[in-house]
T-cell receptor, first 110, second 111 residues
Framework: KQEVTQIPAALSVPEGENLVLNCSFT??????LQWFRQDPGKGLTSLLL?????REQTSGRLNASLDKSSGRSTLYIAASQPGDSATYLC?????????FGPGTRLSVLP | NAGVTQTPKFQVLKTGQSMTLQCAQD?????MSWYRQDPGMGLRLIHY???????DQGEVPNGYNVSRSTTEDFPLRLLSAAPSQTSVYFC??????????FGPGTRLTVT
């Protein structure tokens, strides 16, 4: 059974710092991996989708990498801003079934 | 495009009552899914559909029914509500192996 973990559980950084969020999964037979952002009391907003054949995806200040063989993905956020404060979730896809990690709660302090 | 819409936003039920959570998408996505989100448990897949007329169970299907008569709609039925079904419910849709789009969620309390 696929298990997804995220480290750290919570992170607090000053504005302007570059930071890395980690996602690990136990079964490397995946179709894709997706990173989401969730604001308190809100739904999930998709940030980046990496297909299993890809190594990384970039969108603005965000860069996500995927290493299937080691069961790891990282989300890099450059020049963090207070508006980046949210919970970040990774989800590992095998067909239509996605398994979610517990999330990393990020606080960016002004 | 409205994206993925869910109704109602909030609902309180008594134990034993039944209800249907509505989900609709206007992006012509084949895939639709229902998740529940609980503190300390994360998001868990309840049921999913790969197209009209086709549904399958996810990780936590017990106590829930779904049907998919059209591409746009994917309602989730609670047959006899229990306090353990108190949760936030999210509907999602996507193309095959594509970005998943989530609805705003329904916050359900069963007393």
């Amino acid at each position: 059974k696929q298990e997804v973990t995220q480290i750290p559980a919570a992170l607090s950084v000053p504005e302007g710092e570059n930071l890395v969020l980690n996602c690990s999964f136990t079964d490397s037979a995946i179709y894709n991996l997706q990173w989401f952002r969730q604001d308190p009391g809100k739904g999930l907003t998709s940030l980046l989708l990496i297909q299993s054949s890809q190594r990384e995806q970039t969108s603005g200040r965000l860069n996500a990498s995927l290493d299937k063989s080691s069961g790891r993905s990282t989300l890099y956020i450059a020049a963090s801003q207070p508006g980046d404060s949210a919970t970040y979730l990774c989800a590992v896809g095998a067909g239509q079934n996605f398994v979610f990690g517990p999330g990393t709660r990020l606080s960016v302090l002004p | 495009n409205a994206g993925v819409t869910q109704t109602p936003k909030f609902q309180v039920l008594k134990t034993g009552q039944s209800m249907t959570l509505q989900c609709a998408q206007d992006m012509n996505h084949e895939y639709m899914s229902w998740y529940r989100q609980d503190p300390g448990m994360g998001l868990r897949l309840i049921h999913y559909s790969v197209g009209a007329g086709i549904t399958d169970q996810g990780e936590v299907p017990n106590g829930y029914n779904v049907s998919r008569s059209t591409t746009e709609d994917f309602p989730l039925r609670l047959l006899s509500a229990a306090p353990s079904q108190t949760s936030v419910y999210f509907c999602a849709s996507s193309y095959a192996s594509g970005l998943q789009y989530f609805g705003p969620g329904t916050r359900l309390t069963v007393t």
